[in-house]
């Protein structure tokens, strides 16, 4: 995680603003205004896109992004907010209970491997106050995206596509890109464990330079409620709102809202109460 984030190509693709897809934006939606007092975790920043929207929509915002050149370009454009280098690793440093909100946008968490991946919904799940919310997007196994591969098909595409200046776009930049694809295609061929219900595979986004986590809905519900996280609502990125008991669908990702159960009563001291003698009158 991490390696290669920071390339001029890549922060390119980060500077952008506005919402990912739309999913994300009902996903997001659903959850404003936020209750007075809400602190915010924002996970994976990049260059600042959901801090444009995040940073004063509560009462305190923290903006983590593992790569320090990311950091440095959404600093500049929000010198006021609070953002810092974090990895979604190790996030022990961090006190238990202490935020309303934490985000982790355009799918960050399928950057980390299956292990990982479990141990950061459990972090969640303590650093977020009792009725806290976390709000992520991640990759469908049974979507489009899991056995793509690159293909001369989109060189050629791009190759006939009338006009001068789209052919000369193709030979400049799709052909490199193509050719860069299936470089990182054979450099990730060892790289790739599947379990049940959840595969590593190859990005097609950025040439497929990184690997990344894709899982089942069905998986998805599972590992959160073995964090002890509760599923209130998912959206495709097409911003479908799917049935409320859906373990299944069939776009590239999901937009998730989770909650962590509110606070229960302490049945002891409930006991205790009842049993203990009526005053007397």
């Known amino acids: 995680m991490g390696m290669g984030w920071g390339s001029s190509i890549v922060r390119l693709a980060y500077r952008g603003a506005g919402w990912s897809d739309d999913?994300?934006?009902?996903?997001?939606?659903?959850?404003?205004?936020?209750?007075?007092g809400t602190r915010i975790l924002d996970i994976g920043i990049g260059g600042g896109r959901t801090t444009s929207f995040l940073k004063d929509a509560g009462a305190s915002y923290e903006g983590l992004d593992i790569t320090p050149e990311m950091v440095r370009d959404a600093q500049q454009r929000y010198p006021d907010a609070n953002l810092r280098v974090g990895d979604a690793r190790h996030l022990e440093a961090l006190p238990s209970d202490s935020y309303e909100l934490i985000v982790f946008s355009l799918n960050g968490v399928d950057c980390l491997d299956h292990a990982d991946r479990e141990?950061?919904?459990?972090?969640?799940?303590?650093?977020?106050?009792?009725?806290?919310?976390?709000?992520?997007s991640t990759h469908n196994l049974e979507g489009p995206c899991f056995r793509e591969?690159?293909?001369?098909q989109d060189a050629r595409e791009r190759l006939a596509k009338p006009g001068l200046a789209a052919k000369a776009e193709a030979v400049i930049g799709g052909v490199p890109r193509l050719l860069m694809a299936r470089r990182n295609i054979g450099k990730h061929a060892e790289q790739q464990p599947e379990g049940d219900g959840w595969g590593m595979a190859p990005?097609?986004?950025h040439e497929f330079r990184f690997v990344c986590h894709f899982a089942t809905l069905a998986e998805v519900r599972a590992s959160l409620a073995?964090?002890?996280?509760?599923?209130?609502?998912?959206?495709?990125?097409?911003?479908?709102?799917?049935?409320?008991?859906?373990?299944?669908?069939?776009?590239?990702?999901?937009?998730?809202?989770?909650?962590?159960?509110?606070?229960?009563?302490?049945?002891?001291?409930?006991?205790?109460?009842m049993e203990s003698p009526a005053p007397q009158g």
Not at 149 to 152: D, I, L, Q, V
Not at 244 to 272: G, S
């Open 23 to 36: 999913g994300e934006q009902r996903a997001i939606s659903s959850l404003l205004p936020l209750p007075a």
């Open 119 to 136: 141990r950061f919904l459990s972090e969640c799940s303590r650093l977020l106050a009792p009725g806290g919310v976390l709000q992520f």
């Open 149 to 152: 591969r690159p293909s001369w």
């Open 203 to 205: 990005l097609r986004a």
């Open 226 to 273: 073995r964090a002890g996280l509760l599923v209130e609502g998912v959206w495709t990125s097409s911003g479908t709102k799917l049935a409320p008991d859906a373990m299944h669908h069939e776009d590239a990702f999901a937009q998730l809202v989770c909650r962590k159960p509110p606070v229960v009563i302490d049945l002891v001291n409930q006991r205790q109460a």
